[in-house]
């Protein structure tokens, strides 16, 4: 993959029926970017991901990945893609179904890198219908790594992973992108989106509603969280204070969503003179995606 951007969309129109899965979405990703697509369900998020790996045809627009159309660039190689839904052979050992789709790549990575990157060396043996949830995921991983693609793209990567299995999945991906690849992934979790994305794209009924650094669509939603500790409050009590707009009290710690912090957090030490531990911070990743997809989630 030489020169112009790793993928580009551009008026992207899929239709279903009555139904407009995506309409008129136009995103262009730099070589070396790391990019979180989000988005309730029914956004358009995986019809999105179907169109740039040419599994199903736009209705208008146009889709070019590594300066060619999604199946060049899949034959050539330069793309290697990780579905939640895929399926393993059940009576085949881990190692085997990596030689295997190692062996129908024209310049693939040795199957021992893949198995490595992917954290499977002790799992080389075990048949796939005897792997947990995360460890399937994590074959799906070595096998979309097979071809040394240039272009990396993940549905749900870490689903059914633990704790320790998503940082190593992480560490893997980060590792990937610093030599210039390129990661698209869609994800429910908005902590990885906000921790590892360089750049986030929000859908919403088809089209896209966010679009730039996360500190950027963070900056989107105005506000800010307002956290203490108040003995003694109850949320009827938190939510007349001036300049809060929602409360969420547990413990007697209180969070407070507030359109206007410093008026917040002077009613509440007047009020509550007692209050403790006070932090007000920027609102986060899942803050503006709740914001900004509220229509969603009133509908």
């Known amino acids: 993959m030489t020169g112009g951007p790793a993928f580009a969309l551009h008026g992207l129109t899929k239709r ?42 736009p209705d208008a627009g146009e889709v070019t990945v590594a300066g060619g159309s999604p199946r060049e660039a899949v034959d050539r190689g330069l793309v290697g893609a990780m579905m939640q839904n895929g399926a393993l052979l059940p009576d085949v050992t881990v190692g085997e179904i990596v030689g ?24 080389v043996k075990r048949r796939c219908g005897k792997l947990s ?16 693609p240039q272009l990396l793209v993940l549905d749900e990567p870490t689903a059914a992973m633990d704790v320790d299995g998503r940082r190593a999945f992480w560490a893997a991906i980060r ?38 650094p996360v500190a950027e669509v963070r900056a989107a939603v105005s506000g800010r969280v307002l956290k203490a500790a108040v003995p ?16 969420q009290l547990r413990a007697g710690r209180a969070e407070l969503a507030c359109a206007d912090s410093d008026a ?36």
Do not use: C, W
């Not at 070589?31 to 029914?42: F, I, K, S, Y």
């Not at 949830?133 to 040394?148: I, K, S, T």
């Not at 690849?181 to 986030?200: G, K, M």
């Not at 009613?267 to 403790?276: G, V």
């Open 16 to 57: 279903f029926g009555q139904v407009t899965a995506v309409g008129g979405v136009s995103v262009e990703v730099a070589r070396g970017e790391v990019v979180a697509l989000l988005g309730p369900n029914g956004a358009g998020k995986s019809t999105t991901v179907d169109l740039l790996l040419g599994l199903t045809k």
């Open 100 to 123: 295997l789709v190692v062996s129908t790549h024209e310049k693939p990575l040795p199957a021992a890198e893949v198995i490595a990157r992917a954290g499977l060396e002790k799992l």
């Open 133 to 148: 949830g995360g460890e399937r995921q994590r074959v799906r991983f070595a096998l979309a790594l097979a071809g040394d």
């Open 175 to 212: 590792e990937f992108a610093a030599t210039g690849r390129t990661v698209l992934f869609a994800t429910h979790y908005l902590a990885e989106a906000e921790d590892y994305a360089d750049r986030v794209v929000l859908m919403r009924h088809g089209v896209v509603v966010a679009d730039g």
């Open 232 to 247: 003694g409050a109850t949320e009827t009590d938190l939510k007349h204070l001036p300049g809060v707009t929602s409360v």
């Open 264 to 299: 917040a957090v002077r009613a509440l030490l007047a009020a509550h003179p007692a209050a403790s531990d006070i932090e007000i911070t920027a609102l986060g990743l899942e803050e503006a995606f709740l914001a900004l997809t509220a229509e969603e989630a009133a509908a």
